[in-house]
């Protein structure tokens, strides 16, 4: 298999349900979506791996988001966003967004007969 972007070989497996061919290291078909013999084993990434570790069981409910209104990151053990690096200020500011205005009701006109 060549990349398409610059034609280098890539290695590649064998799909056991549909035979296709795909690169090497993927975690699932990309034609019938069917899960590779491995694909539950973890990252041989060792930086990968740790950040996991790391992170352990995420909480969604208890995560602080960062305070700066443009980052996506989350606040670590250290009070530092892990994206960024900016310390947590507080909760981030909500945007002013305009009020949506109400629609005057429809007033009642007599039918005509």
């Known amino acids: 298999m060549k990349c398409p ?14 035979n ?5 290291k993927s ?3 990309c034609w019938c979506g069917e ?20 992170e352990g069981s995420i909480d969604l409910a208890s995560r602080k988001l960062c305070s700066d209104g443009t980052c996506i990151g ?3 053990p250290d009070g530092r966003c892990k994206e960024c690096g900016k310390p947590y200020t507080g909760e ?17 006109e007599p039918e005509e007969h």
């Open 20 to 24: 296709r061919s795909l690169p090497e």
């Open 92 to 108: 981030p500011e909500p945007e002013d967004e305009p009020e949506p205005e109400e629609e005057p009701e429809p007033e009642d």
């Open 27 to 29: 975690r699932y078909c």
């Open 5 to 18: 972007h610059c034609e280098e070989l890539l290695g590649e497996l064998t799909c056991s349900a549909c």
């Open 35 to 54: 899960e590779l013999a491995g694909a539950a084993e973890v990252s041989e990434d060792p930086e990968l791996a740790t950040e996991a570790e790391a």
């Open 74 to 76: 989350v606040i670590g």
